[in-house]
């Protein structure tokens, strides 16, 4: 049974049926009017409840099925999202300066990201809808995992990406079978780019900035948060939940989930939420700080898969760190760069730039006095290191070279000792 009701725009609060629109409000349009899914949750506690949950054997986000605007679970690609593990990092927790840390490693998704839950909901609705052909706009990551799950489900892809996407990104991208358009531009130019291309070639519209259906595959990495932390820790929560920041998707689907585990008596009480962006493109942090709108920037960081100076879903976004109490925060390309292998040797997580932006951002909080020595953080690492090989090995050093003589390795040895 969906307990799936219908659509409201966050800008003007207008709700429609799924049969009235397709991805955003009629009178507020794409730039404004974007949706959220609304459902019955009254009705859906009777069947979606700790103790039912605990009852489903299906390991995947999929166990979540009551809270996701599925109408065809048949629809669903045989790929496994989700469940991803759960760590605790104590010898990370003393590095950043706060009593506990745990990571959740989404870098173990099928393409190796966090957008794979997003892309599987999507190739759903496309399915749904009878779609031949799914197109997105992506930094990387997204393209990724929508070119993945549509060629395990037998839909054509279409993909623009900036020039600027990593090498190994753009390679999965190809050995999956997608179409790829490399824009020479930014990632705002390939997103309009996109758009006109869905509009005038009539392809299903993945862009999670204005397809609604999108972030409630993202949410459910906190519906796994809320369920894992019940068994490791019964009735307690993190005081924060940390995540890098771009289109203003990612925090705000983590939001929406925690919200909706609360209202259904997961977890005790909400977290706080820290948005953590670069310093070279931070247009959520300045409209924050500021108390404004949102004022376009360029983008200009390392972490290629928060490079956004368009967010598209800036409501949702802003809405996540307003609503929670929580706060922003930025860091240097410096800064990220030394977490690849902080995170690596305190966790034993290997994550990309945008990926490890999160534990960065919580040492800046920590000296910034938002986050207390005395609490505890959640960071969700959205990507896999091998996304970006450059920037790990610019972050982590080249290997020692030495000829097949155990003389070198002495001599290397001693320097290192020294």
Same mark, same amino acid.
């Given at each position: *049974?969906?307990y799936f009701?219908?659509? /409201?725009?966050?800008?003007c609060?207008?709700?429609?049926s799924t049969?009235?629109?397709e991805y955003y409000c009629k009178?507020?349009?794409?730039?404004?009017g &974007?949706?959220d899914?609304?459902?019955?949750y009254?009705?859906? !506690?009777k069947?979606f409840n700790?103790?039912?949950?605990s009852?489903?054997p299906?390991?995947?986000?999929w166990r979540y099925?009551?809270?996701?605007?599925?109408?065809?679970?048949s629809r &669903?690609? =045989?790929?496994q999202?989700?469940?991803?593990?759960?760590?605790?990092a104590p %010898?990370l927790?003393?590095d950043?300066g706060?009593? #506990?840390?745990w990571?959740k490693?989404?870098?173990?998704n099928p393409?190796?990201?966090?957008?794979?839950r997003?892309?599987s909901m $999507?190739?759903?609705k496309?399915?749904? !809808?009878k779609a031949?052909?799914?197109t997105c706009?992506?930094?990387g990551n997204?393209?990724?995992s929508?070119a993945g799950f549509s060629?395990?489900s037998?839909?054509?892809?279409?993909?623009?990406?900036?020039a /600027?996407a990593?090498e190994a #990104?753009?390679a999965?991208l190809?050995?999956?079978?997608a =179409?790829v358009?490399s824009?020479q531009?930014?990632?705002d130019q390939?997103?309009?780019l996109c758009?006109?291309a869905a509009g005038?070639?009539?392809?299903y519209?993945r862009?999670?900035a204005?397809?609604p259906?999108?972030i409630e595959?993202?949410?459910?990495?906190?519906?796994?948060?809320?369920?894992q932390? *019940?068994?490791l820790?019964?009735g307690s929560f993190?005081?924060?939940?940390?995540?890098?920041?771009?289109?203003g998707?990612?925090?705000?689907?983590?939001w929406? $989930?925690?919200?909706?585990?609360?209202?259904?008596g997961?977890?005790p !009480?909400?977290? #706080?939420?820290?948005g953590? =962006?670069?310093? $070279?493109?931070?247009?959520?942090?300045?409209a924050?700080?500021?108390?404004?709108d949102?004022?376009?920037?360029? +983008?200009n960081?390392v972490?290629?898969s928060?490079?956004?100076?368009?967010?598209?879903?800036? &409501?949702?976004? *802003?809405?996540?760190?307003t609503?929670?109490?929580?706060?922003?925060?930025?860091?240097?390309d410096?800064?990220i760069? %030394?977490?690849i292998p902080?995170? @690596?040797?305190?966790?034993?997580?290997?994550g990309?730039?945008?990926g490890?932006?999160?534990?960065?951002?919580? %040492?800046k909080a920590?000296?910034?006095g938002?986050?207390d020595p005395s609490e505890?953080v959640?960071?969700?690492?959205?990507?896999n290191?091998? #996304?970006?090989i =450059?920037? @790990?090995? %610019?972050?982590?050093?080249r290997?020692?070279?030495?000829r097949p003589d155990?003389e070198?390795? !002495?001599? +290397?040895?001693e320097?290192?000792v020294?």
């Amino acid at each position: *049974m969906s307990y799936f009701t219908g659509l /409201r725009c966050v800008h003007c609060a207008r709700e429609y049926s799924t049969s009235e629109v397709e991805y955003y409000c009629k009178d507020c349009g794409y730039h404004d009017g &974007i949706l959220d899914v609304v459902y019955d949750y009254e009705a859906m !506690r009777k069947v979606f409840n700790p103790s039912s949950l605990s009852r489903n054997p299906n390991l995947s986000m999929w166990r979540y099925l009551p809270l996701l605007p599925v109408a065809d679970p048949s629809r &669903i690609p =045989q790929l496994q999202v989700g469940w991803t593990p759960l760590y605790s990092a104590p %010898r990370l927790a003393a590095d950043l300066g706060v009593a #506990k840390c745990w990571v959740k490693d989404e870098g173990r998704n099928p393409t190796a990201s966090f957008k794979d839950r997003a892309s599987s909901m $999507g190739v759903v609705k496309a399915l749904e !809808r009878k779609a031949t052909h799914i197109t997105c706009a992506s930094t990387g990551n997204a393209a990724s995992s929508l070119a993945g799950f549509s060629a395990a489900s037998g839909i054509a892809a279409s993909i623009f990406v900036p020039a /600027r996407a990593p090498e190994a #990104k753009v390679a999965q991208l190809l050995v999956f079978g997608a =179409q790829v358009f490399s824009v020479q531009g930014t990632y705002d130019q390939a997103w309009e780019l996109c758009m006109q291309a869905a509009g005038e070639f009539g392809w299903y519209n993945r862009n999670c900035a204005i397809n609604p259906y999108l972030i409630e595959g993202k949410k459910t990495v906190s519906l796994e948060l809320a369920e894992q932390f *019940m068994t490791l820790t019964p009735g307690s929560f993190p005081d924060w939940v940390v995540v890098s920041v771009g289109d203003g998707c990612t925090i705000g689907g983590v939001w929406k $989930g925690l919200r909706e585990m609360h209202v259904l008596g997961f977890i005790p !009480r909400l977290p #706080k939420i820290l948005g953590v =962006q670069a310093d $070279g493109c931070k247009p959520f942090l300045t409209a924050w700080q500021d108390h404004c709108d949102l004022v376009l920037c360029d +983008a200009n960081t390392v972490a290629d898969s928060i490079a956004v100076g368009h967010p598209r879903n800036f &409501i949702k976004g *802003m809405r996540a760190v307003t609503e929670s109490g929580g706060a922003f925060v930025s860091v240097s390309d410096e800064q990220i760069l %030394r977490s690849i292998p902080l995170l @690596a040797r305190k966790a034993g997580v290997f994550g990309e730039p945008a990926g490890v932006t999160g534990a960065a951002g919580v %040492r800046k909080a920590v000296e910034s006095g938002i986050i207390d020595p005395s609490e505890s953080v959640a960071v969700i690492v959205t990507g896999n290191g091998l #996304k970006d090989i =450059q920037s @790990a090995i %610019r972050a982590a050093g080249r290997p020692i070279s030495v000829r097949p003589d155990m003389e070198d390795v !002495r001599k +290397a040895v001693e320097v290192t000792v020294s």
